[in-house]
């Protein structure tokens, strides 16, 4: 008889019982094998999700998915950092972040996730460029390391391969919103890297899976105090999600916002100082700068001097894409057939956004995925997005919506015009960041 059986630990899980570690230790390596099956992973997902682990559960569940694969050691001569995110709608930072980081002496091995419930993926997004590679053995990740100094990449049959496995369950079972299986998924992920300094973008708000400043602090402060306890220094910070962070939702045309603020030729505010407060973080956690003010400056110089594109440019081609991505980006990406304004149905100041319901609209254009095996259409989504606080015309455009059919664009253009609050009150964005938190 086998040690463990899945269904007592699910049925255990089900009444809110705790499970021991090895337990967690025998499933995690069982999504890793294969022993566990899909209805299963689908089930635990489901149980966790609606019963919790309780800190020591969440620990054990994190150590075990970890314990599911290898874990990266690194011998180089400068710090090995990292940056993720909770999740978010035109979060694109993690495209721009890792070449700055670059540029400015660190090493980064990014192990990055796909689309998650309605919010978009790093690798997706990636994968918009033509030929780009996520899938790297470990020694094309060292390699590519060592050369470029960052590379964005899945997880694998080698690491966090319990994470590769239930993150696409949890992606179409509606078990995402859960402190314990975020903390597990993303740190197993991030301490299999063997970083030494990781920096956490927490999302708040109505594009974010926490939706309450309680439940993010409790997620920050879980994935700081996990991380550290397994002896990466970690800062976190909590950051505003009630709005898409690009005007752009969708892989390609997220690709295009990136690729406008690294080359200069239309930078995005949002995604500019995001991605310098985060990086300023990082760098100071890796002995790079003095302090994080210190190393936004540098993220700042390394995107303005055009250093942080050159590294994107080296690590797209290491990748696979077109060695000339960097100079060519607007003839190399997809684009799709039918583009249309939505219009505003009336005058006003846009005071809330649904940004949930706009990742939403972005999966049900093709740009996510609703059953695991679909296939991401890289070209749809929306762009030109209205923020909050915006003024607008009756009739003007709140955004564009990128589709693969006319029905299929009419159907988005409904569903954004929905997601929009509008009112007659003057309104200041919210703040981009809400706290910081540390271990
Ligand atoms: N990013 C991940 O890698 N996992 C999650 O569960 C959420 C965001």
Not at 31 to 49: I, T
Not at 112 to 128: I, P
Not at 315 to 338: E, K, S
Request: proline share 5%; with cysteine.
């Amino acid at each position: 008889m086998p040690e463990f059986d899945a269904r007592a630990i699910l049925a255990d899980l089900r009444q809110g019982k705790p499970v021991s570690a090895g337990a967690l230790a025998w499933f995690a390596r069982g999504l890793a094998s294969g022993e566990v099956s899909d209805a299963q992973a689908g089930a635990f997902a489901m149980a966790v999700c609606l019963r919790g682990l309780g800190e020591e559960g969440r620990v054990a569940l994190t150590r075990a998915m970890l314990a599911s694969g290898g874990r990266l050691d690194w011998d180089l001569p400068g710090p090995v950092l990292d940056k993720h995110s909770t999740g978010g709608i035109g979060d694109c930072v993690s495209l721009l972040l890792a070449p700055a980081l670059a540029a400015c002496g660190a090493y980064v091995p990014m192990i990055s996730g796909r689309g998650l419930g309605h919010t978009g993926g790093t690798l997706d997004k990636l994968e918009a460029i033509p030929g780009f590679r996520s899938a790297l053995s470990e020694a094309d990740l060292r390699q590519q390391v060592l050369e470029c100094r960052a590379a964005i990449v899945s997880a694998s049959a080698e690491i966090a391969p319990a994470d590769r496995r239930l993150y696409a369950v949890r992606d179409v079972t509606g078990t995402v919103e859960s402190l314990d299986l975020i903390t597990a998924s993303i740190l197993s992920k991030k301490l299999a890297a063997g970083l030494e300094g990781l920096v956490l973008d927490v999302k708040l708000g109505s594009g974010a899976f926490m939706k309450t400043e309680a439940e993010a602090r409790a997620l920050a402060q879980a994935l700081v105090s996990t991380a550290q306890g397994a002896g990466c220094m970690t800062t976190a910070l909590i950051t505003d999600m009630n709005q898409p962070l690009a005007h752009a939702a969708g892989n390609a045309l997220e690709v295009i916002a990136v690729m406008e603020t690294l080359t200069g030729t239309s930078v995005n505010p949002a995604l500019w100082d995001l991605t310098t407060a985060l990086g300023g973080e990082a760098l100071a956690l890796g002995g790079l700068a003095a302090d994080a003010e210190d190393g936004a400056a540098r993220i700042g110089a390394a995107l303005e001097s055009g250093a942080a594109a050159e590294y994107f440019g080296k690590m797209i081609a290491a990748q696979g894409g077109p060695a000339d991505f960097v100079d060519r980006w607007p003839d190399r990406l997809p684009a799709a057939p039918v583009v249309v304004p939505v219009p505003c149905p009336a005058a006003g100041v846009v005071q809330r956004i649904d940004a949930e319901a706009l990742g939403q609209v972005v999966v049900h254009l093709g740009g996510g995925r609703l059953r695991g095996d679909d296939r991401i259409n890289p070209s749809v989504g929306l762009s030109e997005i209205a923020g909050l606080g915006e003024v607008l015309m009756a009739g003007e455009p709140m955004a564009m919506v990128h589709a693969a059919t006319e029905a299929a664009a009419q159907a988005a253009v409904q569903a954004v015009q929905a997601a929009y609050g509008l009112g007659e009150a003057e309104l200041d964005p919210p703040p981009l960041i809400h706290a910081r938190i540390t271990g």
